[in-house]
């Protein structure tokens, strides 16, 4: 089961749904479409920066509430960020919320594939270029990790979690098994050890 949230979360995301649909569509166009124009190195760098606008700085989500679109997100088609979007702008202001989350976020990555897809065969081999985009790839590294230590702080600490994390990434690092599998696997896993179990013992999920 998820912690409830914070009062001061709660209060963030009350307030924010009492606002009128222009002011909430509006919300989310900025802060999505900031996410759009500033995160590189894919939808795992972008978890970092989503956990602390979303969750600590606007108290829209609460920290388990990210933690489970994430995983949702990473067991349906589309990137994290785009699930993320639709499914907050969703929840605060329906589905044109969703649409409008979803647009804000895509579009300034979508403009600038465009703009710099023109002028790519120019310079590919500059030398200037090739530094900054490494620079990049280290920044979005370091984004990756702090995103894996933070969202890890909400998954309980057994030796049953151990042991499947171990498993899972046995077999998707060293041994290159397909990830869905181990997504369906962890599905499995949770349903009996956190459905099932309890149940027989007695007691409840």
Known sequence: MGRSPEPGQAAAESALKEAGLAKRLWALTLTFGKFGGITFGGGYAIVALLEEELVRRKGWLTQDELFNIITVGESTPGPIAVNTATFVGYRLAGVLGGCVATAALVF???LVIVVVSGFYLQFRENAWVAAALGGIRVAAIVLIARAFLRM???VPRNAANALAFALAFLLVAVLGR?????????????????GVRPRLKGGRP
């Open 108 to 110: 300034p990555a979508w």
């Open 152 to 154: 890890g702080h909400g």
């Open 178 to 194: 397909n990830a869905l599998w181990v997504i369906v696997g962890g599905l499995l896993y949770g349903v009996l050890w956190y």
